[in-house]
């Protein structure tokens, strides 16, 4: 997640600028994440920026304008990336398969900003905290017509498609609570199981029938062959 695209005096933005402003809000929002928006001051986070409060003030305009971008961007960057996977010509398993996915690393990947907002929506502006609130209910939207559509096709059972998306979300959001990203445990296989968790548990029961009728019709084929084996003997 980028910070706010401020020009210099020249127009130009430097390398060097551009690593302060990230560190200064990676910063702020671990800050807002371990104690809240209110119980963080500009110096706060100027210290662990490590920036005066001066040069601080250079960066950003405010405390406020660290966490509108914070906020807009959880708010709308996941449901923008996955209106993208919902534009796929696949089937709906395959769709939620992904769209669980991503959400999984999305969540692993920014923790704190997740955790952040988790910890801050009631002391949120007004404005912002509409912002934040349209943002996870698109979110929701797109994954309950997602799942209507895969019960409609008969991908998936039958049942109330909002609190099966909760469900999805819950589990995909949860992530940020309690996975550690690291070199010897990636993100990546637990976002694959979780992905075919959310898949196995919407399934609707005839594509599990399927799969027994298969292996029954596997074992019919064993059986005559082992007749017409004695038959032959």
């Keep these: 997640m980028s ?13 060097r600028r551009e690593l302060i402003e990230a560190q200064i809000y990676e910063q702020a929002a671990r800050l807002f994440a371990e104690r809240g928006y209110a119980g963080t001051t500009p110096q706060d986070i100027a210290d662990a920026a490590g920036v005066s409060r001066q ?61 952040l907002l988790d910890r801050s929506e009631s002391v949120l502006p007004p404005d912002l905290a509409q912002d934040y609130l349209n943002g996870r209910r698109a979110l929701l939207k797109l994954v309950t017509e997602l799942i209507d559509d895969g019960i409609e096709g008969g991908f998936f059972r039958a049942g109330d498609s909002r609190v099966a998306a909760l469900s999805v979300l819950g589990m995909c959001n949860w992530v940020a609570w309690w996975f550690e990203p690291s070199t010897e445990h990636p993100v990546e296989p637990v976002a694959s199981q979780i992905a075919d968790n959310a898949v196995a548990m919407l399934q609707a029961s005839a594509a599990v029938n399927s799969n027994s009728d298969i292996r029954e019709a596997v074992q019919s084929v064993r059986s005559a062959l082992n007749d017409l084996d004695a038959a032959l003997s």
């Design 55 to 115: 040069g601080l003030y250079y960066y950003v305009r405010s405390k406020e304008e660290i966490l509108q971008r914070l906020v807009s961007a959880m708010a709308t960057e996941a449901a923008t990336r996955m209106q993208a996977v919902i534009a796929e010509p696949i089937e709906a398993p395959e769709k939620l398969r992904k769209l669980a996915y991503l959400l999984v690393v999305d969540r692993a990947s920014n923790r704190t900003r997740f955790r």
């Design 3 to 15: 910070a706010p695209a401020r020009s210099d005096p020249d127009g130009a933005r430097s390398p």
